[in-house]
């Protein structure tokens, strides 16, 4: 037995609510079952979702937890659901032991059904799987919640047990995307679910200012594993960067030079952060020191010297290298150089308009923008340079790409006909699917390392 807490951001201002969930597993000896990353949807795990079973008492939850699994499942690339003949997907009661084995023999390697239950305030969410042709229970796991808004959370936090379980790489269900959107006559800064559910805004004109951008997440900083989100703001009439406590929404200025402070990016290890800022006359990269001494001594440092603009800096993951985007070159290419500002070199080539990069968690792409004829697309490159790879192909402008923490997904956004909306895909381009409504010209996606 575990006990985990659950981080819930709720819409006033950014409030973080520290949730006990408790996990209960009984293992009873689960087949061994494990799941190369890279699969192609021929040799995917067969997987079969029952109904779940609602009980007395549980209000309307606005959604079907059995399809918040389904899709996560899929998303993940691991996984194909299998359809249940003969089962009403409105029943939701315990499979019996006889239709759990015939799902099983009919190809399906795991069968997985929950049930959720309300006892006064609290939620809970039983987990089970069934493996191998005699649809054996392998795992039981118990979700506790004390709240209807985090049921969702639950069977995120369920899907990624199942894609542990098989694959060994931890799921991104439970992360969280940052973004920009029109709000208040400006911009402000939105968080929502992975899946685009459960957005709220976190910015607003009386804190922040009409305009906010580029958001970016901290990884865990310090002994007490603080997260914060950096972003640049225009309160004070400058872009200034900004960054705010995830746990208090407590706003701190930490970057307020003179003339344009953008584009914060913050080192794997959450010691630096990495930034373009304009004033000392053209737009150079510099980094801070942004560990305990963050608001203290932040130590700045120059890294680039060029009379060409240099902007939208990314940290491999190993924090030894730097990406950016740079007119050096007569056009806007990408350039590496080590973390103290050495050894830089040109890394694309092709085309006049490369920008935005985006190193992927495995350090073997480089995602950025790139211009394809008259519009802009997704491209990847690795970090030699070599093999460049559009990703994107639909209509539209697509701008701003953002990894998964897993490295399997890409989000950015997608400007087509007028509207701006955040999309999302795997990073070998399939699997295009829109992820915000209900928002204008949404922009500049951020997608959170994972969340304990």
């Not at 408790?22 to 990353?37: N, P, Y």
């Not at 699969?39 to 997987?47: H, K, L």
């Not at 997260?227 to 640049?232: I, P, S």
Request: glycine fraction near 10%; charged fraction near 20%; include cysteine.
């Amino acid at each position: 037995m575990r006990v985990t807490r659950c981080i819930g951001l709720l819409m006033s201002g950014l409030v973080v609510v520290l949730v006990w969930t408790l996990f209960m597993q009984e293992d009873v000896g689960a087949a061994d079952i494990r799941l190369e990353l890279e699969r192609s949807s021929f040799d995917r795990i067969p997987v079969a979702v029952f109904p779940f079973q609602m009980d007395k008492g549980v209000p309307l939850l606005g959604f079907s937890s059995a399809d918040v699994l389904k899709n996560d499942l899929k998303r993940s690339q691991l996984f194909r659901i299998k359809n249940i003949d003969g089962v009403d997907g409105s029943q939701g009661k315990s499979p019996t032991p006889s239709l759990v084995q015939r799902v099983s023999m009919s190809g399906v390697t795991v069968a997985v059904w929950a049930q959720i239950s309300r006892r006064g305030d609290t939620f809970v969410l039983d987990a089970y799987l069934f493996e191998g042709d005699a649809g054996r229970k392998a795992l039981h796991q118990r979700y506790i919640a004390q709240s209807k808004w985090l049921v969702r959370a639950m069977i995120h936090r369920m899907s990624n047990m199942i894609i542990e379980r098989y694959s060994g790489q931890k799921g991104v269900a439970g992360t969280k995307i940052a973004f920009v959107a029109e709000a208040d006559n400006g911009k402000q800064l939105y968080v929502m679910d992975y899946d685009g559910y459960g957005k709220h805004q976190v910015t607003n004109v009386s804190t922040d200012g009409r305009l906010n951008l580029f958001p970016q997440w901290s990884p865990a900083i310090g002994e007490s594993g603080k997260r914060f989100l950096a972003f640049t703001s225009y309160l004070n009439e400058n872009p200034d960067i900004h960054v705010m406590d995830l746990v208090t929404g407590k706003r701190n200025h930490l970057i307020v030079y003179e003339g344009n402070n953008l584009f914060p990016a913050w080192s794997p290890d959450g010691e630096h952060l990495a930034f373009a800022a304009s004033f000392s006359g053209n737009s150079e990269i510099y980094t801070v020191q942004a560990g305990k001494e963050m608001f203290t001594d932040p130590k700045l440092r120059k890294l680039t010297l060029s009379p060409a603009a240099d902007f939208s800096p990314t940290w491999s993951p190993d924090g030894r290298k730097i990406a950016f985007a740079s007119d050096r070159g007569g056009s806007v290419q990408l350039y590496v150089m080590d973390d103290d500002g050495s050894n830089l070199r040109r890394l694309t080539w092709e085309g006049r308009d490369n920008t935005a990069p985006a190193w992927s968690p495995d350090g073997r792409w480089i995602a950025y923008t790139c211009r394809i004829g008259r519009k802009f697309k997704i491209c990847r490159v690795t970090p030699d340079g070599r093999d460049p790879v559009q990703v994107t192909h639909s209509p539209g402008d697509h701008e701003s790409a953002s990894w998964s923490p897993d490295g399997r997904h890409l989000v950015f956004s997608v400007t087509d006909r007028g509207k701006s909306h955040i999309y999302g895909v795997h990073y070998d381009g399939s699997g295009f699917e829109r992820l915000t409504s209900g928002v204008s010209r949404a922009s500049s996606p951020a997608w959170s390392p994972w969340i304990p």
